[in-house]
């Protein structure tokens, strides 16, 4: 029996002819149909493609007409390209690795308008790549929790409604109640530990040998009788050390209990300003602090300037691996299960997808601060960045611009080599047009004509640390609306306010705000300072300091004596450990080291208190 | 229109002119395709392998017809497998060896099921050879011939209907 079927061999080489047809035929609309879907997947939003072609044998791929939705904006693109042309490895991609030697961008341009949206439908949106919230949606999230201050005027002059202050919202109460519980507790256990090292029959049992002893000396005892005696004092000597011994542990031990609970106890009164805090809020009297006059005049104009770098940041974190580990995703669609899909890294060898140098020419559209022609360049970006082990970098200059000098730099790093990721960027912009920005009180908008701006962030692991710092010096100020009301206008009313902060800022020339993220990169904390919340506080505190004093001072007696009776309770919870067990065990120890005295001095009475002789 | 299509192969199969050796390993290849997800490089080469070697390539058809369902319905147990042995700390380096050479990669043996499916059927490929020649074997000695004698089967071979038919496809009854 022959074991080939030589007359298959031509319906073989037909087969294979057949695929290589098919690949000659499909395989750039396979790419460009795999570069949407993987895309969409990770950016969340379309992601258009207009044509691409692979020349597999020059190891060369154009893609034109790329176009990535903004997430947020489905009418904008995130950014558009003419052309990408990558200089491809071909052994690389026998290995079924994207990796770019050199890539050469033309036509860049970011913020475009999209002629159809590019929002994904709501079932796909809800979730990103890897089944979690999409990265957009968490960050949202975040920004719509970040509390920013308001300035609220409208409890002024009236009659301060302090029975609003409700106990149950005092969070000194729930921590006094807490603590004297622990008092309580803390008392109970080391009373009994205190009763169960009770030195008194120590104590008895040493005080009698001495008793017994009264005058006794070598002559009197003899030396037998002397050697008993003193036998007798060591022992008892030792019993009394190991109850000294004992007390000394468990007065250790009770004073760190005491001490911690006494540092809680001192925490009350922070506890107690935040619910002064609280109660102002309450009742609706205005901060007059100059931060929180200035995060409630520029917090959401400096929010919406984070909150991009914020999810840039996330992003990254979602798609770059950290480490060499093997790496799970869902496996393809398919009408079979998909399964998981495992990727194996290896170092010093080529990772999934890597584009090692990238360089070209955008533009910015526009007329803003921004608007010009830039030339960028971009080193490592991969997928995986300890597999390539060289972090990725990218820098971003104006080589032309539309408005303002050409002063703009962009630079940055994702080090996503080590286990924990650090990245950094950092944009200047110096004597640029800088945009408007409306106050939102006082009908006023401050022109912020030429100016600077810094833009810091510095992420490690998963603390993070950002700057948004804008400056000008040539500050104009335009007012709109009705300005006749303000004067006649009673106080605390809206029209009140709004003359009050416009003759505060309009004399204003040089400015200043600065906002600023810090802390855990899921929910970093927003501080916002500027030299105008400054000068809106101190006017404002010129005209109510006397209003805000009178209130203040009703809340603050409202909420001290809604805490009395708690925080006294754990006050008293405290004082009585102090005179309870620990001064019990200060007067133990006392007992013992007196009849440890006594017991010594019969000792030396024994050896007629010669050092060194020792009875046999 | 499963079960005709699934009756129709079984009868070619069975009645080609292979031997039960060559039906069997035919059979025992085409499960690859039906237990496998299919779009994979490994089945290419297997079907180049059913086409080059002197294999029943009616008994391929019939074992990737057989398989299907039983691919579908075994799905969770080859992601498992596969899942378990893409995590044994003890194949990590073979699988990162593998991952890293040229062509590998796109047999797509790090997905879970691929893999799973395919080790799955390494380890049956010779019970279905065996029982597929004991099977075919059985079948011609006994119900084969019993078949032949039928009037209704012999009127049938010898009409000239038959003749065109099996000068065309090779295929007999």
């Known amino acids: 029996m022959k074991i080939f079927r030589w007359k298959a061999v031509i319906p073989l080489g037909l087969f294979v002819l057949l695929v290589v047809l098919f690949w000659t035929l499909y395989v750039d609309r396979l790419i460009r149909l795999g570069i949407e879907a993987g895309g969409t997947a990770a950016v969340g939003a379309k992601v258009d493609l207009r044509s691409a072609r692979l020349h597999l044998f020059q190891g060369s791929l154009v893609l034109r007409g790329l176009a990535v939705t903004n997430p947020r904006e489905p009418m904008t693109n995130l950014f558009e390209v003419d052309e990408l042309n990558f200089d491809l490895s071909v052994r690389a991609l026998l290995e079924k690795k994207f990796v770019a030697e050199t890539v050469a961008v033309r036509g860049l341009r970011f913020n475009t308008a999209r002629t159809t949206s590019g929002a994904l439908p709501p079932k796909k949106a809800a979730t990103a790549p890897g089944g979690g919230p999409s990265v957009a949606s968490g960050v949202d999230d975040w920004s719509h929790k970040v509390k920013l201050p308001t300035i609220d005027l409208g409890g002024l002059g009236k009659a301060v409604n302090v029975a609003r202050v409700s106990p149950d919202s005092l969070h000194t109460i729930v921590l006094a109640r807490g603590l004297a519980a622990r008092g309580d507790s803390l008392q109970g256990s080391l009373g009994r530990r205190v009763a169960a090292a009770d030195p008194r029959p120590v104590v008895d049992s040493a005080r009698a040998l001495v008793a017994r002893l009264g005058n006794a000396n070598l002559r009197t005892l003899g030396i037998a009788g002397a050697r008993d ?187 996503h080599t080590g286990a924990v990721p650090r990245d950094s960027v950092t944009a200047d912009l110096a004597g640029v047009r800088l945009p408007a920005v409306d106050l939102g009180i006082g009908n006023a908008r401050m022109d912020l004509r030429t100016g600077t701006v810094d833009v810091a962030l510095a992420r490690n692991g998963d603390a993070v640390r950002g700057r948004w710092l804008v400056r000008s010096d040539s500050v104009g100020w335009i007012r709109s609306g009705d300005t006749a009301a303000a004067a006649a206008a009673p106080l605390g009313s809206s029209a009140w306010l709004d003359g009050l902060v416009w003759r505060a800022v309009s004399s204003m020339r040089n400015v200043e705000v600065e906002a600023s993220i810090s802390g855990s990169l899921a929910s970093p904390s927003v501080d916002v300072s500027s030299n105008v919340g400054g000068q809106v506080a101190n006017a404002l505190r010129q005209a109510i300091s006397a209003e805000v004093s009178r209130v203040e001072g009703q809340v603050k007696a409202r909420v001290d004596s809604l805490l009395a009776q708690q925080v006294g309770a754990a006050r008293g919870k405290l004082a009585a450990l102090d005179t309870g067990p620990l001064k019990s065990l200060t007067d133990d120890q006392g007992q013992l080291n007196d009849v440890e005295a006594q017991l010594q001095q019969k000792l030396r009475g024994l050896t007629g208190g010669l050092p060194g002789i020792r009875l046999p | ?165 099996k000068s065309l496809t090779g295929w007999k009854l």
């Open chain 2, 1 to 165: 229109m499963l079960f005709l299509k699934l009756l129709q192969q079984l009868v070619k199969a069975l009645n080609s002119d292979g031997t039960p050796g060559q039906v069997a390993a035919g059979v025992a290849l085409g499960a690859v395709f039906g237990l496998t997800p299919l779009m994979n490089l490994h089945n290419l080469v297997l079907f180049g392998c059913a086409l080059i070697f002197n294999l029943s390539l009616p008994g391929v058809f019939l074992g990737w017809t057989l398989a299907v369902p039983l691919g579908f319905a075994l799905d969770p147990l080859f992601d498992a497998v596969g899942t378990a042995l893409l995590q044994a700390p003890a194949l990590r380096g073979l699988w990162t060896t593998l991952y890293n050479v040229p062509v590998v990669p796109f047999t797509n043996f790090n997905n879970s099921v691929v893999l799973g499916s395919f080790v799955v059927w390494v380890v049956l490929v010779l019970p279905i050879f065996f029982l597929a020649r004991r099977g075919v074997a059985k079948y011609r000695e006994h119900v084969y011939e019993r078949l032949r004698k039928m009037r209704f089967f012999q009127a049938l071979t010898a009409s000239g209907w038959y003749s065109t038919y």
């Open chain 1, 229 to 415: 005696a003193a036998n007798a004092i060591r022992t008892t000597l030792t019993a009394v050390k190991g109850a000294r011994d004992r007390l000394t542990s468990l007065q250790h031990d009770a004073t760190a209990q005491v001490d911690s609970l006494r540092q809680q106890v001192a925490a009350l009164d922070r506890a107690r300003a935040d619910d002064y805090a609280y109660a102002r809020r309450m009742v609706q009297i205005p901060s007059l602090d100059p931060k929180d006059i200035a995060a409630a005049l520029f917090g959401p104009a400096a929010l919406q300037r984070l909150v991009p770098t914020l999810l840039w940041t996330r992003l990254a974190d979602r798609h770059l691996a950290t480490g060499t580990a093997p790496q799970q995703k869902a496996g393809p669609k398919r009408a079979r299960m998909a399964g998981t899909t495992f990727a194996f890294p290896k170092l010093h060898r080529w990772p999934t997808f890597l584009v090692e140098f990238a360089e070209g020419s955008f533009d910015l559209g526009g007329r803003t601060t921004m608007a010009g022609a830039y030339l960028g360049r971009l080193t490592g970006a991969t997928t995986e960045p300890a597999v390539y082990g060289k972090p990725l970098t990218f820098l971003a200059r104006r080589s032309g611009a539309v408005a303002g000098p050409e002063s703009i730099a962009v630079a940055g790093s994702l080090d």
